[in-house]
């Protein structure tokens, strides 16, 4: 439903006469901690991030809190203890990785807790099956070929997959090209429930455009209803209007204990390339 | 379950006042007073017997009556804008006397439609109301040229605005959806077009317009706040007449005339905006309109026996690039019947129907949709007027309205759409209300009105209510039953009294102190999560799991009259309490939702506050001076964890000033300026990053204020000196809105920084706060003709 959101904000700029940047002078509120956790049924996907929160007009990075206790255990009794930044470099403080190498289960049901300066913080979720991708088919978007944003960049990646109807399933996406992410805007998420969702999925556009040479990469992640709130919050969160005519911006609802910000999220990830030639 | 349905209360309460009432030795005189030029009947007439220092004023449909003892009296009937006129009466029987009162003013002027007692503000038992002259509203600067009363409303002593640019308005500390706005009494679900730049008022057809803030007397019911009372004109029945407007945003039309002269009248006017042919002449994709048609027959078959029959349509189009689109629109329809049972017993019976739409499409092979939701209202109503003595009026009647909402339904628009259909199952109400008020004149000083409504609503099927492990849990939402209703079975019933109550006592002749309490009830809950609610935003009746909001207000003033009712000066003060105000918990999942009902909440919200006001209606220089000072607070479960916060519309202080003056017969110039405190918005007190996002932290909702609002318009209308010789007589309306370009904030929203062209500054994890800000400084022009 990305699609009324974009056309509200459209409708907005249209009606709105001008804006400007301003400087906001919150009140000063002490730090909260904020966990990114990942377990997914490829191994080299795991990853636990912990920081805190920075002041709203802070330059650079979030803190990250590389001093933090991090344990996964399964619903089948096993317990992979984490360590912090085993590479050492900077860009990598806060992250936490698996001390042993393991992939997650379909099926099973995962917690993460962490402990940071006497305060615990638990989450769990359940790692479901995720539904094939088809296939990509690359074709040439009319629109962007007559009048490219950038210029080349018109061809078009549309995704193909099958839905099954007799389970309740949530999706991610993520869309990469030559490696990197692509989102069309900085506060778009691609994801989904099925509710509305018939069993075809044929020729959904994903985001971005193509030149000759480049690698598509889609991949989707099965989530859990928990994780699709928490993307739908988020989302709402950062498109807000600031409550004009939309809700007033509030914290994601998380599955994380304790009062911390983010989501600990299990997916299992199936990926599908195209060439565009 | 068993089936309820009060339909058939009605008829017995109608027999027993059939039956006819005759007071011994007492006489009575009535009729109806009109506009001497266009046959218009006039509302709130003062009807004095100067024998008896007493009398009575018109009601709404122009009808007066008093019962007298035998005699000859002097009777005065007087109205601001109008002659007065003296008749002497010689009363041995009972009498039907009909008045037609000419314009004071000269034949040069537009006549003043509505009219009431000069000292009304002082003598008048009501308190808490405002009376909106339309004519007055016409000369005042508007935005983009185009009168609209909400725009004057907005500046009455308690009441508060959005922002700019909406047509939402927020009574004494009460949300936008608490507001009934009536239109010839059937309610417009969503008076906004254009998003709220506008409201459906078209100012051409407009005969009276009044806000009832408090002290609402309980032939109104089912909102907390405020009744908005919007009648349009009947129509001239003298001669064929009209007139059209051509604006920069819109033009209209209005035509006006009778069907047999004296007997029977029409009035039809349009309007349609036009900015999407300039955007297609452009070359633009986007495009929007709207438009509006008001239509009204009326007709007197006999003194005893009137009839009217009123439309209303409009709608909002809304296109972007012939690929999604949305629109909205109100459709009303009341059929009137004004019947006089004997000479003292009035009657109106009114049949009305109200239907609210909007739909959402896009088009597209693969994701195609539309979504389609209205609410339809269908009501009869049955109000009586019986006019004991010139000291004692009794209202009365019976109000019954069945409703249906379909919250909405999603179909996919081609055969691949990705998309299946989805319906929300529709709800459906019964509503009984019944009441009866006594306005009593104590002694010269003292006047009492009392009275209570009593209000049935009851939830019906056909329905599945679905039962759940947590009614409130939205996130593991776990249906445990389905409980199943048949068309017309009995969900649930709510029954609740309001008393209401207003007294005023006259200090002197030209002072007065009033009280009044009210409690009100409102059954149909717009739970929107802005601040301003969009058409999309959907209307749930009271049902298994939403309880009726109650409102109790108090409000005591004091209004003085001075230079012989020149002036008028009021201070009132009141006191709201609301229990189980409506919201959505924090996070609420609005759109698609199957399970909405665990997104409700109900909380308290209170409100308190002053206002003053000073007004000048007649003379070259006319106008009015407001200033309000307001509180209003929420405490909702689940809304920032469970604490208090300032409500959306919390404006602390809130000064405004309309004026017009007429320099001569050529010139009129007009002005206001508006000061009020930003309202209360809810920002980001840190910030992290969560896979790759920028993302705000929040701890408090409405911690922050944006900066204070003023704005100042004005505008001038040229009556050219020509017109007098001719048939068609022209004026042009010259405005300009906020003359001074103040940047008024509307709203302030984050996001990652980055330079005008949109281009992320830096590595995209920094943030900065944007504020929006709507009209600079904007010229308009109007030029109109009437004939």
């Given at each position: 439903?990305?699609?009324?959101?974009?056309?509200f904000?459209?409708?907005?700029?249209?009606?709105v006469?001008?804006?400007?940047?301003?400087?906001?002078?919150?009140?000063?509120?002490?730090?909260?901690?904020?966990?990114?956790?990942?377990?997914t049924?490829?191994?080299?996907?795991?990853?636990?991030?912990?920081?805190?929160?920075?002041?709203f007009?802070?330059?650079?990075?979030?803190?990250?809190?590389?001093?933090?206790?991090?344990?996964i255990?399964?619903?089948?009794?096993?317990?992979?203890?984490?360590?912090?930044?085993?590479?050492?470099?900077?860009?990598?403080?806060?992250?936490?990785?698996p001390?042993?190498?393991?992939?997650?289960?379909?099926?099973?049901?995962?917690?993460?807790?962490?402990?940071?300066?006497?305060?615990?913080?638990?989450?769990?979720?359940?790692?479901?099956?995720?539904?094939?991708?088809?296939?990509?088919?690359?074709?040439?978007?009319?629109?962007?070929?007559?009048?490219?944003?950038?210029?080349?960049?018109?061809?078009?990646?549309?995704?193909?997959?099958?839905?099954?109807?007799?389970?309740e399933?949530?999706y991610?996406?993520?869309?990469?090209?030559?490696?990197?992410?692509?989102?069309?805007?900085?506060?778009?998420?691609?994801?989904?429930?099925?509710?509305?969702?018939?069993?075809?999925?044929?020729?959904?556009?994903?985001?971005?455009?193509?030149?000759?040479?480049?690698?598509?990469?889609?991949?989707?992640?099965?989530?859990?209803?928990?994780?699709?709130?928490y993307?739908?919050?988020?989302?709402n969160?950062?498109?807000?209007?600031?409550?004009?005519?939309g809700?007033?911006?509030?914290?994601?609802?998380?599955?994380?204990?304790?009062?911390?910000?983010?989501?600990?999220?299990?997916?299992?990830?199936?990926?599908?390339t195209?060439?565009?030639? | 379950m068993?089936?309820i349905?009060?339909?058939?209360?009605?008829?017995?309460?109608?027999?027993?006042?059939s039956?006819?009432?005759?007071?011994?030795?007492?006489?009575?005189?009535?009729?109806?007073?009109?506009?001497?030029?266009?046959?218009?009947?006039?509302?709130?007439?003062?009807?004095?017997?100067?024998?008896?220092?007493?009398?009575?004023?018109?009601?709404?449909?122009?009808?007066?009556?008093?019962?007298l003892?035998?005699?000859?009296?002097?009777?005065?009937?007087?109205s601001?804008?109008?002659?007065?006129?003296?008749?002497?009466?010689?009363?041995?029987?009972?009498?039907?006397?009909?008045?037609e009162?000419?314009?004071?003013?000269t034949?040069?002027e537009?006549?003043?439609?509505?009219?009431?007692a000069?000292?009304?503000?002082?003598?008048?038992?009501?308190?808490?109301?405002?009376?909106?002259?339309?004519?007055q509203?016409?000369?005042?600067?508007?935005?983009?040229?185009?009168?609209?009363?909400?725009?004057?409303?907005?500046?009455?002593?308690?009441?508060?605005?959005?922002?700019?640019?909406?047509?939402?308005?927020?009574?004494?500390?009460?949300?936008?959806?608490?507001?009934?706005?009536?239109?010839?009494?059937?309610?417009v679900?969503?008076?906004?077009?254009?998003?709220?730049l506008?409201?459906?008022?078209?100012?051409?057809?407009?005969?009276?317009?009044?806000?009832?803030?408090?002290?609402?007397p309980?032939?109104?019911?089912?909102?907390?706040?405020?009744i908005?009372?919007?009648?349009?004109?009947?129509?001239?029945?003298?001669?064929?007449?009209?007139?059209?407007?051509?604006?920069?945003?819109?033009?209209?039309?209005?035509?006006?005339?009778?069907?047999?002269?004296?007997?029977?009248?029409?009035?039809?006017?349009?309007?349609?905006?036009?900015?999407?042919?300039?955007?297609?002449?452009?070359?633009?994709?986007?495009?929007?309109?709207?438009?509006?048609?008001?239509?009204?027959?009326?007709?007197?078959?006999?003194?005893n026996?009137?009839?009217?029959?009123?439309?209303?349509?409009?709608?909002?189009?809304?296109?972007?690039?012939?690929?999604?689109?949305?629109d909205?629109g109100?459709?009303?329809?009341?059929?009137?019947?004004?019947?006089?049972?004997?000479?003292?017993?009035?009657?109106?019976?009114?049949?009305?129907?109200?239907?609210?739409?909007?739909?959402?499409?896009?088009?597209?092979?693969?994701?195609?949709?539309?979504?389609?939701s209205?609410?339809?209202?269908f009501?009869?109503?049955?109000d009586?007027?019986?006019?004991?003595?010139?000291?004692?009026v009794?209202?009365f009647?019976?109000?019954?309205?069945?409703r249906?909402?379909?919250?909405?339904?999603?179909?996919?628009t081609?055969?691949?759409?990705?998309?299946?259909?989805?319906?929300?199952?529709?709800?459906y109400a019964?509503?009984?209300?019944?009441?009866?008020?006594?306005?009593?004149?104590?002694?010269?000083?003292?006047?009492?009105?009392?009275?209570?409504?009593?209000?049935?609503?009851?939830?019906?099927?056909?329905?599945?209510?679905?039962?759940?492990?947590?009614?409130?849990?939205n996130v593991?939402?776990?249906?445990?039953?389905?409980?199943?209703?048949?068309?017309?079975?009995?969900?649930k019933?709510?029954?609740?009294?309001?008393?209401?109550?207003?007294?005023?006592?006259?200090?002197?002749?030209?002072?007065?102190?009033?009280?009044?309490?009210n409690?009100?009830?409102?059954?149909?809950?717009?739970?929107?999560t802005?601040?301003?609610?969009?058409?999309?935003?959907?209307?749930?009746?009271?049902?298994?799991?939403?309880?009726?909001?109650?409102?109790?207000?108090?409000?005591l003033?004091?209004?003085k009259?001075?230079?012989?009712n020149?002036?008028?000066?009021?201070?009132e003060?009141?006191?709201k309490?609301?229990?189980?105000?409506?919201?959505?918990?924090?996070?609420?999942?609005?759109?698609?939702?199957?399970?909405?009902?665990?997104?409700?909440?109900?909380?308290d919200s209170?409100?308190?506050?002053?206002?003053?006001?000073?007004?000048?209606?007649?003379g070259?220089?006319?106008?009015?001076?407001?200033?309000?000072?307001?509180?209003?607070?929420?405490?909702?479960?689940?809304?920032?964890?469970?604490?208090?916060?300032?409500?959306?519309?919390?404006?602390?202080?809130?000064?405004?000033?309309?004026?017009?003056y007429?320099?001569?017969?050529?010139?009129?110039?007009?002005?206001?300026?508006?000061?009020?405190?930003?309202?209360?918005?809810?920002?980001p007190?840190?910030?992290y990053?969560?896979?790759?996002?920028?993302?705000?932290?929040?701890?408090?909702?409405?911690?922050?204020?944006?900066?204070?609002?003023?704005?100042?318009?004005?505008?001038?209308?040229?009556?050219?000196r020509?017109?007098?010789?001719?048939?068609?007589?022209?004026?042009?309306?010259?405005s300009?809105?906020?003359?001074?370009?103040?940047?008024?904030?509307?709203?302030?929203?984050?996001?990652?920084k980055?330079?005008e062209?949109?281009?992320?500054?830096?590595n995209?994890?920094?943030?900065?706060?944007?504020?929006?800000?709507?009209?600079?400084?904007?010229p308009?022009?109007?030029?109109?003709?009437?004939f």
């Amino acid at each position: 439903m990305k699609n009324i959101k974009i056309y509200f904000l459209l409708l907005l700029t249209t009606l709105v006469a001008c804006e400007e940047t301003i400087d906001l002078d919150p009140d000063q509120v002490e730090s909260v901690v904020v966990i990114e956790g990942l377990i997914t049924d490829i191994q080299t996907y795991h990853h636990v991030r912990v920081t805190e929160t920075i002041d709203f007009y802070s330059e650079g990075k979030p803190t990250p809190i590389t001093t933090a206790s991090v344990t996964i255990t399964d619903d089948s009794g096993n317990t992979y203890p984490f360590e912090h930044n085993q590479s050492g470099r900077e860009d990598f403080d806060g992250y936490y990785y698996p001390s042993n190498a393991f992939a997650g289960v379909i099926g099973r049901s995962y917690t993460m807790e962490v402990v940071y300066n006497g305060e615990t913080y638990t989450a769990t979720d359940q790692l479901y099956a995720v539904t094939a991708i088809d296939s990509l088919e690359v074709i040439i978007n009319e629109d962007e070929f007559e009048d490219p944003d950038d210029p080349n960049y018109f061809y078009e990646v549309l995704f193909y997959a099958k839905e099954p109807q007799e389970t309740e399933d949530y999706y991610l996406f993520k869309f990469y090209r030559n490696d990197s992410l692509i989102l069309d805007d900085a506060t778009d998420i691609y994801f989904s429930d099925d509710e509305v969702l018939a069993e075809q999925i044929n020729g959904i556009p994903t985001a971005g455009f193509y030149t000759k040479g480049d690698t598509a990469v889609v991949e989707m992640y099965s989530i859990s209803k928990q994780a699709f709130i928490y993307y739908n919050d988020l989302i709402n969160l950062l498109k807000s209007d600031g409550g004009m005519f939309g809700s007033p911006p509030v914290n994601p609802r998380t599955n994380i204990s304790n009062g911390a910000m983010g989501y600990f999220q299990t997916s299992a990830v199936v990926s599908e390339t195209a060439y565009i030639e | 379950m068993k089936r309820i349905l009060l339909l058939g209360v009605f008829i017995p309460i109608f027999l027993v006042f059939s039956e006819p009432l005759k007071a011994q030795d007492k006489q009575t005189i009535n009729g109806y007073i009109k506009d001497a030029e266009n046959g218009e009947e006039l509302i709130g007439v003062t009807v004095y017997v100067k024998e008896l220092s007493s009398g009575t004023v018109t009601n709404v449909y122009g009808f007066y009556a008093l019962s007298l003892p035998k005699g000859t009296y002097n009777i005065s009937f007087s109205s601001i804008g109008y002659q007065t006129l003296t008749q002497q009466v010689n009363l041995t029987k009972d009498v039907e006397l009909n008045i037609e009162l000419t314009p004071a003013v000269t034949e040069m002027e537009e006549v003043i439609i509505t009219g009431e007692a000069e000292d009304a503000n002082v003598s008048d038992i009501k308190m808490s109301q405002n009376e909106l002259n339309i004519q007055q509203v016409k000369k005042l600067p508007a935005l983009f040229g185009e009168p609209d009363i909400i725009k004057t409303i907005q500046m009455l002593p308690g009441v508060i605005s959005a922002g700019e640019g909406t047509s939402s308005f927020f009574v004494r500390g009460g949300s936008a959806d608490q507001n009934l706005i009536l239109i010839d009494e059937a309610p417009v679900y969503d008076p906004s077009h254009l998003f709220g730049l506008f409201s459906v008022f078209n100012s051409d057809v407009i005969k009276e317009s009044k806000l009832y803030k408090g002290g609402i007397p309980p032939n109104f019911g089912g909102r907390l706040s405020s009744i908005l009372d919007v009648r349009t004109k009947d129509g001239n029945n003298k001669k064929l007449s009209g007139s059209a407007g051509v604006g920069l945003l819109a033009s209209k039309l209005m035509v006006e005339g009778p069907i047999r002269k004296d007997k029977s009248s029409f009035i039809v006017s349009g309007r349609r905006s036009y900015v999407d042919l300039f955007l297609k002449a452009a070359g633009e994709k986007n495009s929007v309109h709207f438009y509006d048609v008001n239509a009204k027959a009326s007709w007197k078959h006999n003194n005893n026996n009137r009839f009217f029959a009123a439309v209303y349509l409009g709608r909002d189009v809304f296109e972007f690039e012939d690929v999604f689109g949305f629109d909205w629109g109100n459709a009303t329809a009341t059929f009137r019947w004004n019947h006089l049972f004997n000479d003292r017993l009035f009657s109106n019976t009114s049949v009305i129907a109200s239907n609210f739409d909007y739909e959402m499409k896009l088009e597209d092979n693969v994701q195609g949709f539309s979504w389609v939701s209205n609410l339809q209202e269908f009501s009869i109503k049955e109000d009586l007027n019986y006019f004991v003595s010139p000291s004692s009026v009794v209202d009365f009647g019976y109000h019954v309205t069945y409703r249906r909402f379909a919250p909405g339904k999603l179909s996919p628009t081609s055969d691949n759409s990705i998309f299946e259909e989805l319906k929300i199952q529709n709800q459906y109400a019964l509503d009984h209300a019944f009441y009866a008020n006594h306005e009593y004149k104590v002694s010269e000083r003292l006047s009492l009105s009392y009275g209570a409504r009593l209000s049935i609503f009851q939830s019906i099927g056909e329905q599945d209510v679905y039962l759940y492990t947590d009614p409130q849990d939205n996130v593991d939402v776990e249906r445990t039953d389905t409980l199943s209703f048949d068309s017309f079975e009995n969900i649930k019933t709510y029954v609740n009294v309001e008393p209401r109550l207003s007294l005023r006592y006259m200090l002197d002749a030209s002072s007065s102190v009033k009280a009044s309490y009210n409690r009100m009830v409102q059954n149909t809950h717009l739970i929107s999560t802005g601040t301003v609610p969009i058409p999309f935003n959907t209307w749930n009746p009271s049902d298994y799991y939403l309880e009726p909001q109650i409102a109790d207000q108090w409000a005591l003033g004091y209004f003085k009259n001075v230079k012989d009712n020149t002036y008028e000066v009021s201070v009132e003060a009141y006191y709201k309490d609301i229990d189980n105000v409506t919201d959505f918990a924090d996070n609420a999942q609005v759109f698609f939702n199957k399970d909405l009902s665990t997104e409700y909440r109900q909380g308290d919200s209170w409100s308190y506050g002053l206002e003053l006001m000073a007004q000048k209606k007649a003379g070259d220089f006319s106008g009015f001076v407001s200033y309000t000072w307001s509180k209003t607070q929420r405490k909702i479960p689940e809304v920032n964890q469970d604490r208090a916060f300032f409500a959306n519309y919390d404006r602390r202080n809130a000064f405004n000033m309309v004026a017009t003056y007429e320099l001569n017969d050529r010139w009129t110039f007009g002005a206001n300026f508006t000061y009020t405190t930003g309202r209360p918005i809810t920002i980001p007190s840190a910030r992290y990053s969560y896979e790759g996002y920028q993302v705000d932290l929040i701890t408090e909702r409405n911690g922050y204020r944006l900066p204070d609002y003023h704005r100042m318009d004005v505008s001038a209308t040229l009556t050219p000196r020509k017109n007098a010789n001719r048939k068609l007589k022209s004026s042009w309306i010259f405005s300009i809105y906020n003359v001074y370009n103040r940047s008024n904030a509307f709203s302030i929203y984050t996001r990652v920084k980055q330079d005008e062209d949109g281009n992320v500054i830096g590595n995209g994890t920094e943030k900065e706060a944007r504020m929006i800000y709507l009209f600079p400084i904007l010229p308009s022009v109007t030029y109109s003709i009437k004939f």
